[in-house]
């Protein structure tokens, strides 16, 4: 089974595809740690992330740079929604998110485009949302744990941008999947985020047989 979990910045959708991917026993892959790591790269190598050419050779990063905590920070994340507008870095990296979707046995992928170009033909596809405010007060939660300090103000406003950049963009922008389940996280707990999407993924599984 292919679950394909698509939304836009701190919607939960890792946290759903984590759980869904414990939950029915397949392997997960955080499409977005793609883009972050050639972003780092971009960062680390000082190109410019506004150059094609530039980021696409940053695109052979070491997997080990996969694990790299500096990713997940916003600073990594905004420069990855400009490197990901490039249609040949999204080519660069569309094999091996396919692959990995396609193994034997099937696989839960989260990100922005998964349902409509990584796994169109995905089992499963759900649309996770939450309004900007709630995504912004959670991020900045997170970012506060890990020792991160930004305002709420700072953070909104890069959540909003992202938002723009990656809906607005010509290649693969963030687009609900015709055939996805929408679900909006907004006034849930983790728990029942969780729950509803399981039942969604039972739904989607009843109905196709
Ligand atoms: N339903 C929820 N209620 C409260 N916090 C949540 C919920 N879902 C996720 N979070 C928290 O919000 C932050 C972002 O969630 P994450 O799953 O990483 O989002 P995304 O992958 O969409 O960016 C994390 O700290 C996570 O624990
Ligand atoms: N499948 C994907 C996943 C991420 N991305 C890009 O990578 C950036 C970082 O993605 P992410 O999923 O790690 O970000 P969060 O939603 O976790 O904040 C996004 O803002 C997108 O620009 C993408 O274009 N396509």
Known sequence: MIIAVDGPAASG????ARALARHYG???LDTGLLYRAVAASVLREGLAPEQEDDAVSACGFDDALLADPWLRTDEVGQIASIVSAHPLVRAALLQRQKAFAHQPGGAVLDGRDIGTVIAPDADVKLFIKATPTIRAQRRHLELRKNGVG?????????IRARDERDSQRSEAPLVQAEDAAALDTSFLSIDAAVQRAIELVERRRAARG
């Open 26 to 28: 397949l392997p997960h």
């Open 13 to 16: 959708k890792g946290t759903i």
């Open 150 to 158: 930004s305002s709420l103000d700072k953070v909104l406003a890069d």
